[in-house]
């Protein structure tokens, strides 16, 4: 199982971004997925969760409105697309599937929001 994030960077408030997960090794079209974040000195939080037919569940309140999960089955791909960031929305963001009992993260990708 491989899982490769991209599109992180640097924005001004109010701006936007999208990320995407790469996912490889295991059938994509039939596992929910999630993103998460960490921020410094700050524990890793769940940011939202997809599931295996393209449903958003459980997005954390402080980005409802704003943050959006979808995927793409046909290409194995999963991606947050953030609008109008805040400051305290620069973590490292990572995803995440659950597949036969293990969990597997990708890499992470640094979103910095700052002026």
């Known amino acids: 199982v491989q899982l490769v994030e991209s599109g992180g960077g640097w924005v001004h408030p109010g701006g936007s971004l999208r990320l995407s997960c790469a996912a490889s090794?295991?059938?994509?079209?039939?596992?929910?997925m999630t993103w998460h974040r960490q921020a410094p000195g700050k524990e890793r939080e769940l940011v939202g969760r997809?599931?295996?037919?393209?449903?958003?569940?459980d997005i954390l309140d402080s980005v409802k409105g704003r943050f959006t999960i979808s995927r793409d089955n046909a290409k194995n791909m999963m991606y947050l697309q953030m609008n109008s960031l805040k400051p305290e929305d620069t973590a490292v963001y990572y995803c995440?599937?659950?597949?036969?009992?293990?969990?597997?993260w990708g890499q992470g990708t640094q979103v910095t929001v700052s002026s």
């Open positions: 995440k599937v659950a597949y036969r009992l293990k969990t597997y």
């Open positions: 090794g295991f059938p994509f079209s039939t596992y929910a």
């Open positions: 997809i599931t295996s037919e393209g449903d958003m569940r």
